[in-house]
């Protein structure tokens, strides 16, 4: 999708009229819904991946204000902020020292109140003081703007969007963040402001779990589901306005969640540990696994004492009129950075990703451990305690996200064994098969896995070996067309080759030394160092992997491609 625009050309005061009875409708449904699944622990190959600008492969960041992280220092992304109203160039102090300090990724928060005060040699200077950094920089620019005067005139903010865009994408480490507010003003659809494919590498949103809409403590229940605050504010709730927008859209980015907070106090004293400790796990956790798309999380740690203030901590002298700590908050949030799930540093890998426990394999820990999870979420019932079922035997209660249970295979015979959990009335049973050191759902585990894993492979699998060693994919080689197809990915990095993923035209792109090898979806032929080569079966999505000829691959590489039919193998050397 190159631009999405719904505004009126002819006017640029002009905002559709909603329709505020179905808009009421859908966002009942939404704040309506119910989460009941469990989840297993994957490999980031099983994470969607739109090949963005500073994009992880798999998992997320888990980002902070940089001068108030200091308790969970050091982290792989920070949050800062530069106000072009002020005319500031580059990062205060104490931040800029953080920044320099930390392998991380920064989320730069660059902020203009109007479309007048914009003066694109400020933003000039602005990015090559940023650049000196040397640091990884998502752009956030002018955010917000569904909430602010910034939206008045959209197609002169898209204008205004896109110019700095450009000028971003000079700088070869730096990536465009589009961040609307979650909510926005009602009538100011995402649709009005959206800049357009080539213009944005991550999609963002400012997303904030409060107590009561506009500090209204008797908050109708009609607007508190609009705004999704109160007994509505989870962030599972709050993102699925802009992810229902890329979806019905088409726009496949990574998304962030740019700056975010869960109400910890406000000026009525309401907020407590019992109303903010669900959502927090909630943000951590339960977003990871109903939005895998979510690749940053960056908490807004700041006192603001005007307002709901989301803040955990207090820094030792530098807020004075802080009495209190959350120290359950903080608590949360270094459970959560040291689970596994979140990457540590930029450029690095998560130890897992959640992924849905109904097909797939997964290998036990070295001490034989799996760990289990499950996503739980009823409107209006924060406190929820999951009990677990293993072969009919109760095995546990967890009260609190993600609900983790550890089972030792050490128990369990190989073979069928089942997994129920029960919550509020709600109840799923999942079935899995115990084979050596791991366990796979829906079905009988893939030999090549398993044989990985150190298990016996199973006699209809096909597997593939690379200089006599084998490939571990996640989704099976198939025979398509009477050709082997093989995960990209997994083929061309055996291969040692570099691989990216082109979204725009749906191309895969593959570099090794001096050959360089692509794949456009659907088409019938590769290039390799621009000549064509005719495919007998064209590279082409099956689920939600992209799966290609492992000969022609191979050879395009200048690789020598056998069939060991007795023993279905396929043998690649160089």
Same mark, same amino acid.
């Given at each position: 999708?190159?631009?999405?625009?719904?505004?009126?050309?002819? *006017?640029?005061?002009?905002?559709?009229?909603? %329709?505020?009875?179905?808009?009421?409708?859908?966002? &009942?449904?939404?704040?309506?819904?119910?989460?009941?699944?469990?989840?297993?622990?994957?490999?980031?190959?099983?994470?969607?991946?739109?090949?963005? =600008?500073?994009?992880?492969?798999?998992?997320?960041?888990?980002?902070?204000?940089?001068? !108030?992280?200091?308790?969970?220092?050091?982290?792989?992304?920070?949050?800062?902020?530069?106000?072009?109203? %002020?005319?500031?160039?580059?990062?205060?102090?104490?931040?800029?020292?953080?920044?320099?300090?930390?392998?991380?990724?920064?989320?730069?928060?660059?902020?203009?109140?109007?479309?007048? &005060?914009?003066?694109? @040699?400020?933003?000039?200077? !602005?990015?090559?003081?940023?650049?000196?950094?040397?640091?990884?920089?998502?752009?956030?620019?002018?955010?917000?703007?569904?909430?602010?005067?910034?939206?008045?005139?959209?197609?002169?903010?898209?204008?205004?969007?896109?110019?700095?865009?450009?000028?971003?994408?000079?700088?070869?480490?730096?990536?465009?963040?589009?961040?609307?507010?979650?909510?926005?003003?009602?009538?100011?659809?995402?649709?009005?402001?959206?800049?357009?494919?080539?213009? $944005?590498?991550?999609?963002?949103?400012?997303?904030?779990?409060?107590?009561?809409?506009?500090?209204?403590?008797?908050?109708? @229940? &009609? @607007?508190?589901?609009?705004?999704?605050?109160?007994?509505?504010?989870?962030?599972?709730?709050?993102?699925?306005?802009?992810?229902?927008?890329?979806?019905?859209?088409?726009?496949?980015?990574?998304?962030?969640?740019?700056?975010?907070?869960?109400?910890?106090?406000?000026?009525?004293?309401?907020?407590?540990?019992?109303?903010?400790?669900?959502?927090?796990?909630?943000?951590?956790?339960?977003?990871?696994?109903?939005?895998?798309?979510?690749?940053?999380?960056?908490?807004?740690?700041?006192?603001?004492?005007? =307002?709901?203030?989301?803040?955990?901590?207090?820094?030792?002298?530098?807020? =004075?009129?802080?009495?209190?700590? =959350?120290?359950?908050?903080?608590?949360?949030?270094?459970?959560?950075? *040291?689970?596994?799930?979140?990457? *540590?540093?930029?450029?690095?890998?998560?130890?897992?990703?959640?992924?849905?426990?109904?097909?797939?394999?997964?290998?036990?820990?070295?001490?034989?451990?799996?760990?289990?999870?499950?996503?739980?979420?009823?409107?209006?019932?924060?406190?929820?305690?999951?009990?677990?079922?293993?072969?009919?035997?109760?095995?546990?209660?967890?009260?609190?996200?993600?609900?983790?249970?550890?089972?030792?295979? #050490?128990?369990?015979?190989?073979?069928?064994?089942?997994?129920?959990?029960?919550?509020?009335?709600?109840?799923?049973?999942?079935?899995?098969?115990?084979?050596?050191?791991?366990?796979?759902?829906?079905?009988?585990?893939?030999?090549?896995?398993?044989?990985?894993?150190? +298990?016996?492979? #199973?006699?209809?699998?096909?597997?593939?070996?690379?200089?006599?060693?084998?490939?571990?994919?996640?989704?099976?080689?198939?025979?398509?067309?009477?050709?082997?197809?093989?995960?990209?990915?997994?083929?061309?990095?055996?291969?040692?080759?570099?691989?990216?993923?082109?979204?725009?035209?749906?191309?895969?792109? #593959?570099?090794?030394? +001096?050959?360089?090898?692509?794949?456009?979806? %659907?088409?019938?032929?590769?290039?390799?160092?621009?000549?064509?080569? !005719?495919? %007998?079966?064209?590279?082409?999505?099956?689920?939600?992997?992209?799966?290609?000829?492992?000969?022609?691959?191979?050879?395009?590489? +200048?690789?020598?491609?056998?069939?060991? +039919?007795?023993?279905? !193998? $396929?043998?690649?050397?160089?």
């Amino acid at each position: 999708m190159v631009w999405l625009m719904l505004c009126s050309a002819a *006017s640029a005061y002009y905002f559709p009229e909603p %329709d505020w009875g179905a808009l009421l409708k859908e966002k &009942k449904s939404m704040v309506s819904q119910t989460d009941f699944e469990l989840y297993m622990e994957g490999s980031v190959s099983a994470s969607p991946y739109y090949g963005a =600008k500073l994009e992880p492969r798999g998992g997320a960041y888990f980002g902070m204000v940089a001068e !108030t992280a200091d308790f969970l220092d050091p982290l792989g992304a920070y949050l800062t902020y530069i106000s072009m109203d %002020d005319r500031e160039t580059d990062i205060y102090y104490p931040a800029n020292e953080i920044i320099r300090r930390d392998n991380c990724v920064v989320t730069v928060g660059y902020n203009v109140s109007s479309l007048g &005060k914009v003066d694109y @040699d400020t933003i000039r200077r !602005t990015l090559e003081n940023l650049a000196s950094y040397g640091k990884p920089m998502l752009i956030r620019f002018a955010n917000e703007m569904n909430v602010s005067s910034l939206g008045d005139e959209p197609e002169e903010y898209i204008r205004m969007f896109r110019t700095v865009a450009d000028m971003v994408h000079e700088y070869e480490n730096f990536a465009v963040v589009w961040s609307p507010n979650d909510m926005g003003a009602l009538d100011r659809p995402f649709s009005c402001y959206y800049p357009g494919d080539a213009y $944005v590498d991550w999609v963002g949103v400012s997303s904030y779990m409060k107590m009561y809409f506009q500090g209204n403590t008797a908050t109708k @229940d &009609k @607007d508190a589901t609009y705004f999704m605050t109160g007994d509505y504010a989870w962030a599972t709730n709050a993102l699925k306005p802009i992810i229902t927008f890329m979806e019905q859209n088409g726009i496949e980015k990574p998304v962030m969640l740019s700056e975010c907070g869960v109400t910890t106090e406000n000026i009525h004293k309401a907020a407590s540990e019992a109303w903010a400790a669900p959502r927090l796990r909630n943000l951590y956790y339960n977003v990871l696994m109903k939005y895998p798309q979510v690749k940053l999380i960056n908490y807004f740690n700041v006192y603001r004492p005007e =307002k709901e203030t989301y803040y955990v901590h207090d820094e030792s002298g530098r807020y =004075k009129d802080r009495t209190t700590d =959350k120290p359950y908050a903080m608590e949360i949030m270094k459970e959560a950075v *040291s689970s596994g799930a979140y990457i *540590s540093e930029a450029g690095g890998e998560p130890a897992f990703v959640f992924v849905p426990a109904n097909s797939g394999y997964t290998a036990a820990s070295a001490d034989g451990i799996i760990d289990l999870y499950t996503l739980a979420h009823v409107p209006k019932v924060p406190q929820l305690s999951v009990h677990y079922y293993v072969d009919g035997v109760w095995f546990g209660e967890r009260r609190e996200a993600p609900y983790k249970i550890s089972l030792d295979l #050490a128990g369990f015979a190989d073979g069928e064994h089942t997994v129920r959990i029960v919550s509020n009335g709600m109840e799923k049973a999942y079935t899995f098969i115990k084979r050596g050191n791991g366990i796979c759902f829906g079905g009988e585990p893939d030999g090549a896995v398993l044989q990985a894993a150190g +298990g016996a492979p #199973a006699n209809n699998t096909i597997r593939v070996l690379v200089n006599g060693n084998q490939v571990s994919f996640d989704v099976p080689p198939q025979i398509i067309g009477d050709r082997t197809m093989v995960p990209v990915r997994a083929i061309f990095e055996a291969l040692g080759a570099t691989v990216e993923w082109i979204p725009e035209t749906k191309t895969v792109k #593959a570099v090794r030394g +001096g050959t360089t090898v692509t794949l456009q979806i %659907d088409s019938a032929s590769m290039t390799v160092n621009g000549q064509s080569v !005719t495919l %007998d079966v064209p590279a082409q999505i099956v689920g939600d992997r992209t799966l290609v000829p492992v000969r022609a691959v191979s050879e395009g590489f +200048g690789c020598r491609v056998t069939w060991d +039919g007795a023993g279905k !193998t $396929v043998i690649v050397e160089e």
